[in-house]
């Protein structure tokens, strides 16, 4: 089992929780998406992964992509400990918070999308900021309000145990750090950020504990 990934890529990121949360560890192979123009943009990496972005999961020379559909791979192979609720609603309630970070905000920050509006567009990175706290911080905020129906001082989103709703918060909550972007009204996110930097599973896979990253910065 080989997993390509990026230190720094929310995708990647969130399938390492996975990863640590169901107790198994794939061989890494580092996809340096900035250095030498990216080597995801590579002949050879768009054998691997057409749509040329991390993660990819080879399994014997079949591979999967995206990191959701790589989490509930697993989850469906390997189903403890499980991370999605048994009732339909809950599991409902669950994915739908998880798409809101992977599907509506994670985009709009991607690597990618940021080097086309620098690039082809010509903006100014102060723009470029701009336009990540508008797309992150309105998310984030979305997803403030989609917790208001669970308790405000459990410890993950959805219970007492992570679930695949924590593992796409996790990562976009250091992007939120990174960009610059106040969580000042985001009191429930504030405390899964606090348990997340608490919990081994999270910690071991944060981007400044991976053999290829190139800083530290715990920005939780």
């Known amino acids: 089992?080989?997993?390509?990934?990026?230190?720094?890529?929310?995708?990647?990121?969130?399938?390492?929780?996975?990863?640590?949360?169901k107790k198994i560890a794939p061989e890494f192979v580092a996809v340096h998406l900035t250095r030498d123009g990216g080597a995801q943009?590579?002949?050879?990496?768009?054998?691997?992964?057409?749509?040329?972005?991390?993660?990819a999961l080879d399994l014997n020379g079949a591979v999967l992509t995206q990191s959701l559909a790589i989490?509930?791979?697993?989850?469906?192979?390997?189903?403890?400990?499980?991370?999605?609720?048994?009732?339909?609603?809950?599991?409902?309630?669950?994915?739908?918070?998880?798409?809101?970070?992977?599907?509506?905000?994670?985009?709009?920050?991607?690597?990618?999308?940021?080097?086309?509006?620098?690039?082809?567009l010509n903006l100014e990175q102060s723009a470029v900021s701009d336009w990540l706290g508008h797309w992150i911080g309105n998310g984030l905020l979305a997803c403030e309000a989609l917790l208001g129906s669970q308790p405000s001082n459990q410890a993950f989103a959805f219970g007492a145990s992570p679930t695949l709703a924590d593992i796409c918060l996790a990562p976009q909550l250091y992007s939120a750090e990174r960009?610059?972007?106040?969580?000042n009204d985001m009191p429930r996110l504030r405390t899964l950020g606090a348990s997340y930097a608490d919990h081994p599973a999270f910690v071991d896979a944060h981007a400044h504990n991976q053999p290829d990253s190139e800083e530290w910065f715990w920005g939780i």
């Not at 943009?41 to 993660?55: G, L």
């Not at 999605?84 to 985009?107: G, T």
């Open 41 to 55: 943009r590579t002949e050879e990496f768009r054998v691997i992964n057409p749509q040329k972005r991390v993660p």
């Open 179 to 183: 960009f610059g972007i106040s969580l």
């Open 71 to 120: 989490i509930e791979w697993l989850e469906e192979t390997i189903p403890e400990p499980a991370l999605l609720p048994d009732d339909p609603w809950s599991r409902a309630q669950v994915r739908a918070f998880a798409l809101a970070i992977a599907c509506d905000i994670h985009p709009l920050q991607n690597l990618e999308v940021q080097q086309y509006l620098r690039g082809k």
């Open 1 to 21: 089992m080989l997993y390509y990934g990026y230190w720094r890529s929310s995708a990647a990121w969130r399938c390492r929780i996975a990863f640590n949360l």
